[in-house]
């Protein structure tokens, strides 16, 4: 009898009271360790993204980050119309650490001056550093204290257990000097160097060493978590574009409602300058839509009854009445943001060992503190250098610009690509973009526009080409076929205007006739004309063969009984493709032109586009197996494509690329979803995963590089623990200003 496996639910928590890289290895730790449950808590984003089976509650989960010595909640549903109540929590956090480090700053300035400078060194001048840095290893360092000592309740030690003990060994060991020692005697002076050398052991207080750690590391974690706020400023922004109400349309009386209140199959109504509420269907009215905002596309879209439109772009023009057809989590704009914020809340592989090492590093670093303060004292040294040397070791080994490296590079990443129409869906995207060689791209829809065009109108001698246009156009306007209604369109947009039709006939197969101001008409299949005793003359004849031969629709106009033009109807090719392929061409990769088309079309457009290899006449079921030819020959492929055929090739794909305009199982499917239908925005993506890489990349190795080298520094005694305090705030704000660096990237124009 088989068995039924349970269903497995997926929650996100928001987790509160983290101040390092090993709360969140410590927290998803004892996530893990609960039956049927699997969790990431990310530092960056303070989130745990929890999958678990139904036998686990949600209040089973908080309870267990409660017991910890942390909170947990579930966050309020993202809200696209409004601002995110996050910012406000966010302002209230940044407040009282604000309060703290400018105590610290004004209070630890003048001790650190005066054990700097020995001529400032009046009688009892070691009083007065005690009077001022007391504050600032109590007041302003207590929430690292009291992270301690909650950790250590809990039998673990954290960052903040290391800054603790240090200030307070530091602090301790001055009290006892000045008190019990000969510290606090009048006139004593403490000289104080900035030199990499050994102590020699001369140094009684450290005062200046409690007070600046504090003073420095409270500056670190302010900067970081405004930093952080800023990395995450780019999901926000995404967030509260949509407008906030809405005039919908109900029994003929126009009516004001907030957009949460919106139904799908209502009818609301977009003036102009006002953002359209929710995606939908054009149902009365034309317009020109300004999507700049959603999809960084410049260029507003011309939108007309039977169009869709998107939520939160901004009707340019005229008035339009739209039906809902998605709201709230449905519509592109929240999907967006949802795919935006998964991906910050992954983690890479390399980040996983930084935060398995993280959880370990604590108590080595303990250790290692304990170790050296026993070698020092083993071999004869003073007690005041061997005890320096050990509070070094505590102060400088910080675990966390490990936990900030790849979080704070993807949120910005990832956000500076949602504001270009680039949405990377995870941390394990950007690998396969450094490693992808061979880039296939699907003809229809995504080189080219994916409708038939009217591209060119060959004249017979005497013929006029607006004549041509303006009676072929009105025929065929009449007519549901593609073509059809391409020539119309084109006829249309290049003359205005078409003239009425006074009789009309379908002929199946062959094309269509009737009767326009006077003229009995033909458009069609040159047989369609053979069948009127019509033949056409050798020039038409010659750019109709040109025309088939190129891949393209080739229809015969003729009236009054004789033969007047040839029209050339394709998929046109983007005007932006051939650029594309220029581009991608640039970051390394080899372009392969995938369809079902004739191989005479792809070939066609292949030459249009600057591709040389072309893989034509492939059923939509058989894309995926030409994805894993290619991967069987040794290359690494990415696809882009566009279509519900497409998204088991994207899905085999190293790299799966979707267009936006394309449809949801493509965009489900895809690795990057690219918003805009341009191709070029298909190599921005690339170039913008490659370069939050290798920022990534960089933010481990100096955060790695910056433990391994100070270390062993601290333990050998050559590092004053107030120079390791500032070395170790200012690798997790280096790690943060590193990855903001990528909110300067730009697309390619």
Same mark, same amino acid.
């Given at each position: *009898?088989?068995?039924?496996?349970?269903?497995?639910?997926?929650?996100?928590?928001?987790?509160?009271? *983290?101040?390092?890289?090993?709360?969140?290895?410590?927290?998803?730790?004892?996530?893990?360790?609960?039956?049927?449950?699997? &969790?990431?808590?990310?530092?960056?984003?303070?989130?745990?993204?929890?999958?678990?089976?139904?036998?686990?509650?949600?209040?089973?989960?908080?309870?267990?980050?409660?017991?910890?010595?942390?909170?947990?909640?579930?966050?309020?549903?993202?809200?696209?119309?409004?601002?995110?109540?996050?910012?406000?929590?966010?302002?209230?956090e940044l407040l009282p650490l604000r309060q703290r480090l400018v105590t610290a700053a004004v209070l630890a300035v003048p001790v650190i001056v005066l054990a700097m400078v020995p001529?400032?060194?009046?009688?009892?001048?070691?009083?007065?550093?005690?009077?001022?840095?007391?504050?600032?290893?109590?007041?302003?360092?207590?929430?690292?204290? #009291?992270?301690? /000592?909650?950790?250590?309740?809990?039998?673990?030690?954290?960052?903040?257990?290391?800054?603790?003990?240090?200030?307070?060994?530091?602090?301790?060991?001055?009290?006892?000097? =000045?008190?019990?020692?000969?510290?606090? +005697?009048?006139?004593?002076?403490?000289?104080?160097? =900035?030199?990499?050398?050994?102590?020699?052991?001369?140094?009684?207080?450290?005062?200046?060493?409690?007070?600046?750690?504090?003073?420095?590391?409270?500056?670190?974690?302010?900067?970081?978590? #405004?930093?952080?706020?800023?990395?995450?400023?780019?999901?926000?922004?995404?967030?509260?574009?949509?407008?906030?109400?809405?005039?919908?349309?109900?029994?003929? #009386?126009?009516?004001?409602?907030?957009?949460?209140?919106?139904?799908?199959?209502?009818?609301?109504?977009?003036?102009?300058?006002?953002?359209?509420?929710?995606?939908?269907?054009?149902?009365?009215?034309?317009? &020109?839509? %300004?999507?700049?905002?959603?999809?960084?596309?410049?260029?507003?879209?011309?939108? $007309?009854?039977?169009?869709?439109?998107?939520?939160?772009?901004?009707?340019?023009?005229?008035?339009?009445?739209? @039906?809902?057809?998605?709201?709230? !989590?449905?519509?592109?704009?929240?999907?967006?943001?949802?795919?935006?914020?998964?991906?910050?809340?992954?983690?890479?592989?390399?980040?996983?060992?930084?935060?398995?090492?993280?959880?370990?590093?604590?108590?080595?670093?303990?250790?290692?503190?304990?170790?050296?303060?026993?070698?020092?004292?083993?071999? $004869?040294?003073?007690?005041?250098?061997?005890?320096?040397?050990?509070?070094?070791?505590?102060?400088?080994?910080?675990?966390?610009?490990? $936990?900030?490296?790849?979080?704070?590079?993807?949120?910005?990443?990832?956000?500076?690509?949602?504001?270009?129409?680039?949405?990377?869906?995870?941390?394990?995207?950007?690998?396969?973009?450094?490693?992808?060689?061979?880039?296939?791209?699907?003809?229809?829809?995504?080189?080219?526009?994916?409708?038939?065009?009217?591209?060119?109108?060959?004249?017979?001698?005497?013929?006029?080409?607006?004549?041509?246009?303006?009676?072929?156009?009105?025929?065929?306007?009449?007519?549901?076929?593609?073509?059809?209604?391409?020539?119309?369109?084109?006829?249309?947009?290049?003359?205005?205007?078409?003239?009425?039709?006074?009789? /009309?006939?379908?002929?199946?197969?062959?094309?269509?006739?009737?009767?326009?101001?006077?003229?009995?008409?033909?458009?069609?299949?040159?047989?369609?004309?053979?069948?009127?005793?019509?033949?056409?003359?050798?020039?038409?004849?010659?750019?109709? !063969?040109?025309?088939?031969?190129?891949?393209? +629709?080739?229809?015969?106009?003729?009236?009054?009984?004789?033969?007047? !033009?040839?029209?050339?109807?394709?998929?046109?090719?983007?005007?932006?493709?051939? @650029?594309?392929?220029?581009?991608?061409?640039?970051?390394?990769?080899?372009?392969?032109?995938? +369809?079902?088309?004739?191989?005479?079309?792809?070939?066609?457009?292949?030459?249009?586009?600057?591709?040389?290899?072309?893989?034509?006449?492939?059923?939509?079921?058989?894309?995926?197996?030409?994805?894993?030819?290619?991967?069987?020959?040794?290359?690494?492929?990415? *696809?882009?494509?566009?279509?519900?055929? %497409?998204?088991?090739? =994207?899905?085999?794909? %190293?790299?799966?690329?979707?267009?936006?305009?394309?449809?949801?199982?493509?965009?489900?499917?895809?690795?990057?979803?690219?918003?805009?239908?341009?191709?070029?925005?298909?190599?921005?993506?690339?170039?913008?995963?490659?370069?939050?890489?290798? +920022?990534?990349?960089?933010?481990? /190795?100096?955060?790695?590089?910056?433990?391994?080298?100070?270390?062993?520094?601290? !333990?050998?005694?050559?590092?004053?623990?107030?120079?390791?305090?500032?070395?170790?705030?200012?690798?997790?704000?280096?790690?943060?200003?590193?990855?903001?660096?990528?909110?300067?990237?730009?697309?390619?124009?």
């Amino acid at each position: *009898m088989a068995t039924t496996v349970p269903e497995r639910t997926r929650v996100e928590l928001a987790i509160g009271g *983290m101040t390092c890289a090993s709360c969140a290895a410590r927290i998803e730790k004892k996530l893990n360790r609960m039956a049927g449950v699997t &969790a990431t808590v990310n530092y960056a984003t303070e989130k745990a993204q929890v999958s678990h089976d139904p036998d686990t509650s949600v209040a089973d989960l908080i309870a267990t980050v409660e017991a910890t010595g942390y909170t947990a909640r579930v966050p309020e549903p993202a809200r696209t119309a409004a601002a995110d109540p996050r910012d406000e929590t966010a302002a209230d956090e940044l407040l009282p650490l604000r309060q703290r480090l400018v105590t610290a700053a004004v209070l630890a300035v003048p001790v650190i001056v005066l054990a700097m400078v020995p001529a400032l060194q009046f009688d009892y001048w070691q009083w007065l550093s005690l009077t001022l840095a007391a504050p600032v290893v109590t007041y302003a360092a207590w929430p690292f204290h #009291r992270a301690a /000592f909650t950790n250590a309740r809990h039998g673990a030690a954290t960052m903040d257990t290391l800054i603790s003990v240090g200030t307070l060994a530091a602090f301790g060991w001055s009290l006892w000097a =000045l008190f019990l020692g000969t510290a606090g +005697t009048p006139g004593m002076t403490h000289p104080f160097e =900035l030199t990499i050398e050994r102590g020699d052991g001369t140094n009684s207080i450290y005062l200046e060493a409690a007070a600046g750690v504090t003073a420095f590391i409270l500056a670190g974690r302010y900067f970081e978590a #405004r930093s952080k706020r800023r990395a995450g400023a780019a999901l926000r922004a995404l967030m509260e574009l949509g407008a906030k109400d809405v005039t919908v349309l109900r029994e003929g #009386r126009e009516q004001r409602i907030p957009v949460d209140a919106l139904k799908v199959g209502d009818r609301f109504l977009v003036r102009p300058g006002e953002k359209i509420a929710t995606d939908g269907i054009v149902v009365e009215g034309s317009s &020109a839509v %300004d999507a700049s905002l959603l999809t960084g596309e410049s260029v507003p879209i011309e939108v $007309g009854a039977g169009d869709a439109v998107t939520g939160a772009t901004v009707n340019a023009g005229g008035r339009l009445v739209v @039906e809902a057809t998605r709201i709230g !989590a449905d519509t592109q704009l929240a999907r967006m943001a949802r795919l935006v914020e998964d991906a910050q809340n992954g983690k890479a592989a390399a980040q996983r060992l930084a935060d398995r090492i993280s959880g370990v590093f604590v108590p080595v670093v303990i250790a290692l503190a304990l170790g050296t303060l026993g070698f020092w004292l083993g071999n $004869g040294a003073e007690l005041t250098a061997a005890f320096t040397a050990a509070v070094a070791v505590l102060i400088i080994a910080c675990p966390c610009a490990l $936990g900030l490296a790849t979080p704070t590079a993807l949120m910005v990443g990832t956000g500076r690509g949602a504001q270009l129409g680039i949405l990377i869906k995870g941390p394990e995207v950007l690998e396969s973009t450094r490693r992808v060689d061979t880039i296939v791209l699907d003809k229809t829809g995504t080189v080219t526009t994916g409708r038939m065009t009217l591209l060119t109108v060959h004249t017979a001698d005497g013929t006029e080409e607006s004549e041509v246009l303006r009676l072929a156009g009105a025929l065929e306007h009449a007519s549901e076929h593609p073509v059809a209604r391409a020539v119309a369109a084109g006829a249309a947009e290049r003359v205005g205007a078409l003239p009425a039709l006074e009789d /009309f006939a379908n002929v199946p197969g062959l094309g269509v006739q009737g009767v326009v101001e006077g003229h009995a008409v033909l458009v069609g299949r040159e047989e369609l004309l053979g069948e009127w005793a019509m033949a056409l003359p050798a020039g038409l004849a010659r750019a109709k !063969a040109e025309a088939e031969a190129a891949g393209r +629709t080739a229809i015969a106009v003729a009236w009054d009984g004789e033969a007047r !033009a040839v029209l050339e109807v394709a998929d046109a090719v983007k005007d932006t493709s051939a @650029e594309a392929v220029t581009r991608l061409r640039a970051l390394g990769l080899t372009p392969i032109l995938l +369809t079902g088309d004739h191989r005479a079309v792809a070939e066609a457009v292949a030459t249009q586009v600057g591709i040389d290899e072309v893989i034509a006449g492939v059923l939509p079921e058989d894309k995926v197996e030409v994805v894993k030819r290619l991967q069987g020959e040794g290359r690494s492929v990415a *696809m882009v494509g566009d279509g519900v055929n %497409d998204a088991a090739a =994207l899905a085999q794909a %190293d790299l799966g690329l979707a267009m936006g305009t394309g449809t949801d199982a493509a965009i489900e499917a895809g690795d990057l979803t690219l918003v805009r239908g341009d191709l070029r925005v298909a190599a921005d993506a690339i170039r913008l995963a490659r370069r939050t890489l290798g +920022t990534i990349r960089s933010n481990l /190795f100096w955060a790695f590089a910056y433990n391994v080298a100070a270390l062993p520094l601290a !333990a050998a005694g050559l590092l004053n623990p107030m120079i390791a305090g500032a070395a170790m705030a200012f690798s997790s704000v280096f790690v943060v200003g590193n990855s903001l660096r990528l909110r300067g990237f730009k697309a390619a124009r």
